[in-house]
């Protein structure tokens, strides 16, 4: 889960700064925010967290020209999205939500993880009782008991989602973070370039976007896809579907 939001995060910042021109980068901005406004109507906290965090970070507010083109009422949106997604209070509104919400339902597992964390390294693993006739090692019940609290929240939310599969999304999808993963985009610096190229912090008549990587080719998607199916989950009886998502 951690991965596929992390690689879903870089899609959209690939996707905004494939665009030459800022009215197309600001159109797929509006476009993101569409999709991240729907998915607390699924319960999918992972894909809003992921585009959220994607066009807050520091190379996405940097598109002066490109936020300059989205309209005032997309930009409302976003800041009502960030409202949910805040972390301060260890992330109290969104964790307010996901208690209202009813199964099915995406978690953010970076809270969880969060907690599970505190509780492991906040609680020592054995208590020693002191008794008349000496002392005596046992284990910490009270530990265990909270982290069993913590999993049990997650299992609730586990249950199956009553969704018409279109097909075409799946593979636009697998190619798109295929895409992000084996071709060199998910690095910082590879933004940074492009966004160098795109709205130079200078004023410069030759920034206009000519050196954007290209698309990789098929057979690159081909053969990466051999490698690493992000939807290889849902088909447990595919002798591909151990392949690792991290």
Same mark, same amino acid.
């Given at each position: 889960?951690?991965?596929?939001?992390?690689?879903?995060?870089?899609?959209?910042?690939?996707?905004?700064?494939?665009?030459?021109?800022?009215?197309?980068?600001?159109?797929?901005?509006?476009?993101?925010?569409?999709?991240?406004?729907?998915?607390?109507?699924?319960?999918?906290?992972p894909t809003?967290?992921?585009?959220?965090?994607?066009?807050?970070?520091? /190379?996405? &507010?940097? @598109?002066? !020209?490109?936020?300059?083109?989205? +309209?005032q009422k997309?930009?409302?949106? *976003?800041?009502?999205?960030?409202?949910?997604?805040?972390?301060?209070?260890?992330?109290?509104?969104?964790?307010?939500?996901?208690?209202?919400?009813?199964?099915?339902?995406?978690?953010?597992?970076?809270?969880?993880?969060?907690?599970?964390?505190?509780?492991?390294?906040?609680?020592?693993?054995?208590?020693?009782?002191?008794?008349?006739?000496?002392?005596?090692?046992?284990?910490?019940?009270?530990?265990?008991?909270?982290?069993?609290? /913590?999993? &049990?929240? @997650?299992? !609730?939310?586990?249950?199956?989602? +009553?969704?018409?599969?279109?097909?075409? *999304?799946?593979?636009?999808?697998?190619?798109?973070?295929?895409?992000?993963?084996?071709?060199?985009?998910?690095?910082?610096?590879?933004?940074?370039?492009?966004?160098?190229?795109?709205?130079?912090?200078?004023?410069?008549?030759?920034?206009?976007g000519g050196?954007?990587?290209?698309?990789?080719?098929?057979?690159?998607?081909?053969?990466?896809?051999?490698?690493?199916?992000?939807?290889?989950?849902?088909?447990?009886?595919?002798?591909?579907?151990?392949?690792?998502?991290?």
């Amino acid at each position: 889960m951690s991965t596929l939001s992390t690689d879903l995060a870089y899609l959209v910042a690939d996707s905004i700064l494939y665009y030459d021109e800022p009215k197309r980068r600001a159109a797929t901005i509006k476009h993101w925010i569409k999709i991240a406004n729907k998915s607390p109507e699924l319960n999918n906290y992972p894909t809003l967290m992921a585009i959220i965090c994607s066009l807050n970070s520091s /190379i996405m &507010s940097r @598109l002066k !020209r490109t936020w300059g083109a989205v +309209s005032q009422k997309t930009k409302a949106t *976003l800041e009502h999205l960030y409202s949910i997604v805040d972390f301060s209070r260890n992330y109290a509104v969104l964790r307010q939500h996901l208690q209202k919400n009813v199964p099915p339902c995406l978690y953010f597992v970076g809270t969880y993880l969060t907690d599970l964390t505190f509780v492991d390294h906040g609680n020592q693993p054995l208590h020693t009782l002191f008794m008349d006739d000496g002392q005596m090692v046992v284990i910490n019940l009270d530990k265990h008991i909270k982290t069993t609290r /913590i999993i &049990s929240e @997650l299992q !609730r939310f586990q249950n199956h989602y +009553s969704l018409t599969e279109v097909p075409e *999304l799946p593979t636009w999808m697998q190619n798109e973070l295929v895409h992000v993963r084996f071709n060199g985009a998910v690095t910082r610096q590879t933004f940074y370039r492009r966004f160098l190229a795109l709205e130079p912090r200078e004023p410069s008549r030759g920034g206009n976007g000519g050196n954007l990587q290209s698309r990789p080719n098929f057979s690159i998607i081909e053969n990466a896809k051999n490698k690493w199916n992000f939807l290889s989950w849902i088909h447990p009886s595919n002798p591909t579907s151990v392949a690792t998502n991290g």
